[in-house]
């Protein structure tokens, strides 16, 4: 069984451009989550989308936004990137039941130059 | 709301010493625990999970961890540590009345000595 997919694994990017992120999930699995990693704030809830609407979402700016396919397949959008959006993008697929495990992508490594 | 506290962001033990890590929870429904551990540029990956049928709970790579109502604690353990888990752990609650939305500590960071 394949595992969750993060593309692309290394992105930079200058200031005040936007980015997408591309997460395709475990096959079967109907609810993705994304996370911002930092070394300073640690791992932060950004949303997560389930059978293609928005069920949860984090204390992020509207800059950030995502949309999730009907294949499951989800994007992140970053627009009008900030240095201090540097960090390790995760993303997680889970049956999405409460008491179902998350599995994570080796994340996106965005720089913002 | 759910919130989780991890005592100790950096933790170092001898290799063959115990391992301890410590998690304690919050919740106002009977919550759902997860132990999760990031190796360097990886995501997370699941060690345990406790969804209230025992209180002990058995992972991978010799982990365990108990679930204690009366303390609000899942602590994780490892009786002898091996240089392979040198990594980072999570700790993680799931919302039982929010499905989809975990709630992660900000993590230890496990250093095993030689």
């Known amino acids: 069984k394949a595992g969750v997919t993060q593309t692309p694994r290394y992105l930079i990017k200058t200031r005040g451009q936007q980015v997408t992120l591309s997460c395709s999930p475990i096959?079967?699995?109907?609810?993705v989550s994304w996370y911002q990693q930092t070394p300073g704030q640690g791992l932060q809830f950004l949303f997560e989308y389930f059978s293609e609407t928005q069920r949860n979402k984090g204390n992020f700016p509207g800059r950030f936004s995502g949309r999730q396919f009907s294949n499951s397949r989800s994007e992140m959008n970053v627009s009008t990137l900030e240095l201090g959006d540097s960090a390790l993008y995760l993303c997680?697929?889970?049956?999405?039941?409460?008491?179902?495990?998350?599995?994570f992508g080796q994340g996106t490594r965005l720089t913002v130059v | 709301a759910q919130s989780v506290t991890q005592l100790g962001s950096h933790v170092s033990v001898s290799e063959g010493a115990l391992v301890l890590l410590r998690c304690n929870y919050s919740s106002s429904v009977p919550p759902y625990l997860f132990w999760y551990v990031q190796y360097p540029n990886q995501g997370l990956q699941l060690l345990l999970k406790y969804t209230s049928a025992a209180t002990l709970v058995k992972g991978i790579n010799g982990f365990e961890a108990e679930f204690k109502k009366s303390e609000t604690s899942f602590h994780l353990t490892k009786p002898s540590a091996h240089m392979s888990d040198a990594a980072e752990y999570f700790c993680a609650v799931s919302d039982p009345t929010n499905a989809g939305k975990s709630t992660f500590g900000d993590g230890t960071t496990l250093t095993v000595k030689p």
């Open positions: 997680a697929s889970s049956l999405g039941g409460y008491n179902t495990e998350a599995f």
């Open positions: 096959s079967g699995h109907r609810s």
